[in-house]
């Protein structure tokens, strides 16, 4: 089924692909560390979701697979997806390299519902996934769709207003004055990725789209999940700002006295059980 934005996600795809061999030899990734035993997690999302052992856990849009075979050594029982076939390939041979159970799905998260009918404890959505995403309301019903009844969905991303933070104004943090879109995505043209990039891409075009927070939270209650937290932080995930620093914990802040503003969020809801949905409405 042909749909609105298709182009622009073939266009993204194989941006992916291209930009899947670039990530996994840069320094952000750190696949190296990961082979030594290290995770890709970062403690907000570790304290948040908790303990994952023995859980069936869904990972949409998991790239080439590190933060999926983190939640693996956790204890999770792990399946991956994403649309880059390369990135897939990619996850498939480093969880046989360092024999982390692990399996890796190559769809569209749009038609996942299509090709893989199981229902999971967890689906977890990481850092820099939603802006990828045209359609929150199709997203989020792929979303409730993949949980079992009462099975929980947890995402921890970019907040809007980091989005707006403007990277070009070094010394200070000045707002791009565009919150509200019009659902039109984004353009960039650029000969690297958002990493240490070794060499430039073929690919230069990519195409993203800004939510805010209430359409992402009206998605997924239009689905039928139910809230169970909504987080705001000043602890965010990449270099946003010249201005800001690396903690020894792996997440980014502004010094203290610079800016107070929130980085990313987090989301926690669950599918409802049938039998409480029928208790609670008595």
């Known amino acids: ?48 979701l908790g303990d994952v052992s023995g859980r069936r856990l869904l990972h949409l849009q998991c790239h080439f697979g590190l933060d999926t075979l983190s939640w693996a050594r956790r204890g999770a029982e792990v399946t991956g997806v994403d649309f880059s076939p390369q990135a897939i390939a990619t996850a498939r041979r480093l969880a ?13 998260i749009y038609t996942l519902p299509e090709v893989h009918h199981e229902r999971y404890d967890i689906v ?89 927070l209430s359409e992402i939270v009206g ?13 705001e932080s000043e602890l965010g995930y990449f270099n946003a700002h010249p201005l800001m620093r690396k903690r020894d914990d792996g997440h980014w802040t502004f010094p203290p006295g610079t800016c107070r503003l929130p980085l990313t969020f987090s989301l926690m809801a669950h599918l409802p059980d049938h039998d409480q949905t029928v208790s609670s409405s008595r």
């Open 96 to 108: 046989q390299e360092l024999s982390i159970p692990a399996r890796f799905i190559e769809s569209n």
């Open 124 to 212: 977890y959505t990481g850092y820099g996934a939603l802006c990828w995403l045209p359609d929150l309301d199709r997203w989020a019903k792929v979303v409730a769709r993949s949980l079992r009844p009462g099975g929980v969905f947890y995402v921890l991303d970019s907040h809007p207003i980091m989005d707006m933070i403007d990277y070009d104004v070094p010394d200070r943090v000045e707002l791009k004055l565009r919150y509200f879109t019009d659902g039109e995505p984004e353009m960039e043209d650029s000969p690297n990725t958002y990493t240490d990039s070794d060499r430039p891409l073929e690919e230069r075009v990519t195409y993203s789209w800004s939510h805010p």
């Open 219 to 231: 998605s997924l209650l239009s689905a039928g999940l139910q809230l169970d937290f909504l987080h």
């Open 1 to 48: 089924m042909i749909t609105m934005y298709d182009d622009e996600m073939a266009v993204n795809r194989r941006w992916w692909d291209g930009a899947t061999p670039v990530h996994y030899r840069s320094r952000s990734y750190n696949v190296d560390g990961f082979r030594q035993g290290g995770t890709s997690l970062l403690p907000l999302e570790l304290g948040e």
